[in-house]
């Protein structure tokens, strides 16, 4: 029992938003998951669904491979995964019962299959690994593979004589230069630079250079790796960066952390490093604007490359980001713009609609803070309760039936905001229109006459008029 297929649940073309940005990653998390069980001895094939059409298409590779374990490993860096996308899960059920007609044991490491593992044991899953999955999947391989008893595996759920097994808990790694590099030669990349240079003009790979995040915003996704903050080195990452560069020959990385940097002198560190051996590339990372304004982080990151930084900026009210425990201010998120701006480097804003006890002043307050400060981009959600959360907790009496997006154009409010799903919808088409007409008159005043930001803006304006008086209809009509 040597013959691995590893897989994933996540289809681009199943979720229409995410295709129609252009911008597909591979799957690092399925990747690191195969270089760890390949590295314990077994013959391991790698089936990446990301840009297939559907889940059907993998019967092909049951037949041709014919493996003894079937393994759906989702990409735990991907924050699109640690959503549950309902369509997402239907795959992954499509697959597991496949694999299943075909003889496979199945095993499956998810977020979605962490908290709702009744469901995938109906569809062919023999064993769901839960949390940081690489360490329990080859153990649970290896005792599989001697067909011993599988409740001494840390961190795995299954079903013996019609009762469901729960072990305890995996401890987090905490050594992560240890693990070897992910299994970038089981996978063509071809295709996925071919997208990106088609549509962005260069090509974008991503890296993952830590694990967890200790801060408590009461929101955030269900902590796969705990609130502990473990990071590899910069000389491993600068190793690995070296290596792809040479294999592969990327632009531009996106470093997929909650966090980059936090550790103290881990930025620096990586900047002295970039210079020592002369290594050119764009980057663009997920901060907090606290961190940022600590001694000199934002000047290390322009001078190491970063291109852009993504800040969870999430309202302009404080009210709302003391009721999240985000631990961060308005005048923090405004300070950090202004000098990532200083620096060259592009700042985007996530925002946040729709938390507990949101007005109409926090959601005017958020929208003053954009068109002020102008972040290069944002991106918009309501709040989603995830499983694992405090915030969760707090509304999960008034979930609904509909308790997962369907894919993450979805955006529905699954509990009672303070107004309408309808108006929370609305909001997010207003609040991006109105950027896109300041970014067009922002233009005019520069006399830089650019083609698509004026006529966006051209379309937006009476655009957002219409929108407006709907929003203030809708909120007056609850």
Known sequence: MNRVLVTHSYFYKLDH??????????PLGTLQAAAVVRDAGF???????????GPAEIENELRSHKPDFFIIYDDGFNYLTKMCLTVMREAAFAMASLAKQHGAIV?????????QYEKYFTHGV???VRGEGEETLKELLLCLKENKSANEVLGIVYQFESKQIVTPPRPVMRHLDELPLP???LINLEPYRKIWNDHHGFFSLNIATTRGCPYKCNWCAKPIYGNRYNSRSPEHVINEIDYLRKEFKPDHFWMCDDI?????????????????KNLKFKYKIQSRVDLLLEENNIEALAVSGADTIWVGAESGSQKILDAMDKGTTIAEIREATRLLRKNNIKIGYFLQFGYSGETREDID?????????????????????LPGTKFYENVKSQLKEKQNWTDSDDLAMMYRGTFSPTFYKLLHRYMHSRYRIK????????????????????YHAPLSLVQGWRLTRLQHAE
């Open 107 to 115: 095993i499956i490491c998810s977020s979605d299959a962490s908290d």
């Open 183 to 185: 299994a970038w030669d």
């Open 365 to 385: 307050a958020t929208m003053k803070l954009v068109l002020e400060m102008m972040p290069d981009e944002i991106g918009i959600s309501v709040s989603y309760p």
């Open 439 to 458: 970014r067009g008159w922002e233009q005019l005043k520069k006399r830089e006459f650019k083609l698509r930001p004026l006529a966006s803006m051209i």
């Open 43 to 53: 013959d391991v094939t790698l089936y990446d669904t990301a840009l297939r059409e």
């Open 17 to 26: 938003k995410q295709w129609k940005f252009k911008q597909p990653y591979p």
């Open 260 to 276: 980059f940097g936090l550790k103290p002198g881990w930025v620096n560190r990586f900047r002295e490093l970039v210079k020592e």
């Open 126 to 128: 023999d064993y769901v």
